[in-house]
């Protein structure tokens, strides 16, 4: 069966140092990836994007990989802050029944920056 | 620019009853997508139009509904609501709708069933 998984729901991280974020997928053979920030009682709000023919991409404190062979994306966050607690989700284009793409999440990631 | 609005944002019914959430895209966005997200599923995607048409559809049943108006605003109604419909319900809208473009999401509708 298909699946998107995110390592452990919840994730602590000492303020200062990098939190990285797993997000595993089987059965999908995605040509673009997500990765998405979301604050409680809020919606998510996109962060970075990467193609299967990327290997990094990054913007500020911000790092994404993409490995199409282990069905793997990292998502790295350097010098963290407290700022930085949040759910992290990704998201990858799957093939609908309806024979076009859509954008499927995994269930997040929850990470607090402790002080 | 404005971000994509959702209205109302809370919701309380009760069983069996039906009701319409209300979401307004970023201006020049044609395409608008609906997520249902619980604690124990996540974030799953409902249905996405474009110009009007429902070009996407995922695995719920027919009592989940929407449509598209030509200013590309959207609606999505659940009729004979049950217990399990409780939820928060996100819109997300993009230009073209597709998996190379970013979703700009709204803050949701929260849905409580009695």
């Known amino acids: 069966s298909q699946k998107i998984e995110q390592n452990s729901e919840a994730l602590n991280i000492q303020e200062g140092k990098t939190a990285t974020l797993t997000c595993n997928y089987t059965n999908y053979s995605p040509a673009y990836l997500q990765w998405y920030r979301q604050d409680p009682g809020r919606g998510p709000v996109f962060l970075l994007l990467i193609r299967e023919n990327e290997k990094e991409k990054r913007k500020e404190r911000l790092k994404v990989t993409f490995d199409t062979t282990l069905k793997q994306s990292l998502f790295h966050i350097t010098a963290s802050q407290p700022a930085d607690s949040a759910t992290y989700l990704c998201?990858?284009?799957?093939?609908?029944?309806?024979?076009?793409?859509?954008?499927?999440f995994g269930t997040g990631t929850r990470l607090t920056i402790i002080p | 620019k404005a971000g994509v609005t959702q209205t109302p944002r809370y919701l309380i019914k009760t069983r069996g009853q039906q009701v319409t959430l209300s979401c307004s895209p970023i201006?020049?966005?044609?395409?608008v997508s609906w997520y249902q997200q619980t604690p124990g599923q996540g974030l799953q995607f409902l249905f996405e139009y474009f110009s009007e048409t429902q070009r996407n559809k995922g695995n719920f049943p027919g009592r989940f509904s929407g449509r598209q108006f030509s200013n590309s605003r959207s609606e999505m109604n659940v009729s004979t609501l049950e217990l399990g419909d409780s939820a928060l319900y996100l819109c997300?809208?993009?230009?073209?709708?597709?998996?190379?473009?970013?979703?700009?999401f709204g803050d949701g509708t929260r849905l409580s069933i009695l």
């Open positions: 201006s020049g966005h044609r395409s």
């Open positions: 998201a990858l284009d799957v093939w609908s029944n309806f024979g076009n793409e859509k954008l499927t």
């Open positions: 997300a809208s993009s230009v073209e709708g597709r998996p190379r473009e970013p979703q700009h």
